[in-house]
């Protein structure tokens, strides 16, 4: 269970709920913006009071199931530290370190996980396209005769400004997210309950009968509606992605208080202005605020948008933050943007390469309708890995039994198949465009962790083992020993460094004192102090150091260094020389098919080399050159 922000003061604790409001529930509460016209496929003619009840009833219990309950009820109980997001739920599923993914059944959930935290990607590119486009649409309601391109273009401006304002850091202007966003709730909730007074039948929606006999008379053209329903509650992962900025507690009264209460009673709100105005559906939020209203609301509704999109970009730069430290991406340059908050951090390579993706489905699809079109297949995949890693960490990790777990979950499985079903059939309409660039994405991370691994095999094959290089050095006396001290980067603590070797083989000295050093990455969010470093004599003057770092944390070799003078092992950063091997990969097909050996080959002569990504004194490095057949 999360211990994070346990006992915070009241004004602590209110200022991380509006903050709740900022950077946890932006994607989903941009959801009215283009949800309800989905459902009906912006058809007046599929308006009818049964119609209209039926759809809000599977809005309101599909909201209270998948978020209320699942996400909010349990997903967020399996924390890491405080941390969520789907890498951190298989590490509480499966917390193991050593031989955890040779069973069966653990090597299909990290499959499953790596590729639901693939398909985040291509969500993370739809939805600030469909968001910042479906707001500046409520220009066609104030401005009827408005062409189509100007919206595009007036999208694209957009964009283009939010990606390039990333590099800056949100840290100043995410103090304004939180009362933003409440105004956009506050403003949604009036909305809503001015409608449902002059329509009070809508509240008949809460009996869960009407959703289910709904999709009964409909048979498989429900289906259609189910994919505009599930669009109320995309960015729901965003509750336990964003979960250790804020912590649990003020994500759960943030959602009962003030965003789920005002989601429903807007929708509810839309569903009484069809009831009057079945033509409304082109646009039901700009048709539910009086005409003086809606430039306000188009303007308020467009910052909204960019803050769902806001979150959801620094969500992606932390999970491509995990994923390098994972093994399964590799080196990126990796900006801290705060000073003060460790997770403020930007990624320009995946910034730029998502600002071009948000900017190619804009002009592809032209509209917020054919967006709508490749939305949701991503993200109910992506829920439907979570529901099923949830039984494990369930089992293994709450000590449920399986009864009582499948019992659990077994409603949200369910429904999270459907909702997958049911925007499979949008695949041939747009869908294919997150799949795709999912199944790119995956294809490198399986690559490069795979890659990464045969690298390290066919390197301990040229290695000499450890111990019997430090027996060979304390009986042949007769290598020269130069002052200072050397250091090894080693991947292996069982093997001596390649880079060790060539210096020899070529310099013919050792230095006086030898440090091999490992950076371990755990599967956790964050290594405590304590926890930091091991430091272990092998011999006179030669050390092993194991610095551990968690997925959320980014390795510092200076630093690491400098904290062994506070376990007796004093360094003189002038007097330390560092080490490298830089492996040229030259593809075959001896180890992947061709074409994969030539995709790890580009990805890892593009990775950030290792003097930056550690912060390693550039001076002090001596690189050796590496060939490998791979």
């Known amino acids: 269970m999360s211990q994070n922000h346990a006992s915070p003061t009241s004004a602590k604790f209110g200022l991380l709920c509006l903050t709740a409001l900022g950077i946890v529930f932006g994607d989903i509460g941009t959801s009215p913006l283009y949800a309800m016209r989905e459902c009906f496929e912006g058809n007046p003619h599929h308006i009818n009071p049964e119609s209209v009840l039926g759809v809000l009833s599977l809005i309101i219990w599909t909201i209270v199931i998948m978020i209320s309950i699942q996400y909010?009820?349990?997903?967020?109980?399996?924390?890491?530290?405080?941390e969520g997001g789907i890498l951190s739920l298989l590490s509480v599923a499966f917390p193991e370190r050593k031989g955890m993914w040779r069973t069966p059944v653990a090597k299909l959930m990290l499959t499953l996980a790596v590729f639901g935290a693939a398909l985040l990607y291509g969500d993370a590119m739809i939805t600030p396209a469909i968001s910042v486009i479906s707001a500046v649409e409520g220009l066609t309601v104030v401005m009827p005769d408005l062409d189509p391109k100007i919206?595009?273009?007036?999208?694209?401006?957009?964009?283009?400004m939010m990606f390039s304002l990333q590099q800056l850091g949100t840290a100043k202007v995410g103090a304004a997210f939180g009362p933003i966003m409440l105004l956009w709730f506050a403003t949604l909730a009036v909305m809503g309950a001015f409608?449902?007074?002059?329509a009070p039948q809508v509240l008949a929606a809460f009996n869960p009968w009407l959703g289910v006999r709904f999709l009964?008379?409909?048979?498989?053209e429900s289906v259609v509606v189910l994919t505009g329903v599930f669009l109320t509650i995309t960015g729901g992962e965003s509750l336990y992605g964003d979960m250790g900025h804020v912590g649990r507690r003020p994500i759960t009264l943030s959602w009962f208080t003030v965003v789920k209460p005002a989601l429903i009673l807007n929708y509810l709100g839309q569903g009484a202005l069809l009831l009057q105005n079945p033509a409304g559906i082109e646009n039901p939020l700009q048709f539910m605020m009086p005409s003086w209203g809606r430039m306000p609301l188009l303007i308020l509704a467009t910052c909204a948008a960019v803050i769902a999109s806001q979150a959801l970009i620094s969500g992606v730069f932390s999970l491509t933050m995990q994923a390098v430290q994972l093994g399964y991406l590799p080196r990126i340059r990796i900006s801290h943007t705060s000073s003060s908050e460790r997770g403020q951090i930007y990624i320009s390579r995946v910034n730029w390469l998502l600002m071009f993706g948000c900017m190619g489905l804009v002009l592809g699809f032209q509209s917020s309708k054919g967006l709508a079109a490749a939305y949701g297949i991503a993200v109910s995949m992506t829920m439907a890995v979570t529901s099923i890693l949830l039984f494990f960490a369930a089992t293994r990790a709450w000590k449920w039994t399986p009864l009582k777990a499948g019992a659990a979950i077994i409603v949200q499985v369910v429904m999270n198949l459907v909702f997958v079903y049911a925007n499979s059939l949008k695949i041939f309409h747009g869908g294919f465009v997150p799949i795709i660039a999912a199944l790119v994405l995956y294809t490198m991370m399986t690559t490069w962790k795979a890659g990464r691994?045969?690298?390290?095999?066919k390197l301990q094959e040229q290695?000499?083992?450890l111990k019997q290089f430090l027996e060979s050095i304390e009986r042949g006396k007769t290598v020269h020993r130069v002052p200072g001290t050397a250091v090894f980067m080693a991947g292996s603590t069982g093997l001596t460094p390649i880079s060790l070797l060539h210096n020899l083989k070529h310099n013919k000295v050792l230095h006086e004192r030898i440090i091999f050093l490992t950076i371990d990455s755990e599967l956790h969010p964050y290594v405590t102090a304590d926890q930091r470093l091991t430091i272990e004599k092998l011999a006179d003057n030669v050390y092993r150091i194991v610095g551990h770092f968690g997925f959320m944390e980014q390795p510092d070799v200076t630093e690491l260094l400098r904290q062994c003078g506070e376990h007796n092992l004093m360094l003189d950063p002038m007097q330390t020389s560092y080490f490298l091997g830089r492996e040229t990969i030259i593809p075959t097909h001896h180890t992947f098919a061709r074409w994969r050996s030539k995709l790890f080959s580009t990805m890892s002569r593009n990775a950030q080399s290792a003097v930056a990504y550690y912060n390693i004194p550039p001076s002090r490095v001596v690189e050796f050159g590496i060939q490998i057949e791979l």
């Open 72 to 82: 909010v009820g349990l997903v967020m109980k399996a924390d890491k530290q405080g």
């Open 151 to 160: 919206i595009v273009a007036i999208t694209l401006v957009i964009l283009v």
């Open 195 to 198: 409608w449902v007074v002059r």
């Open 216 to 220: 009964l008379h409909h048979g498989h």
């Open 453 to 457: 691994r045969y690298l390290s095999h």
């Open 463 to 465: 290695a000499l083992p």
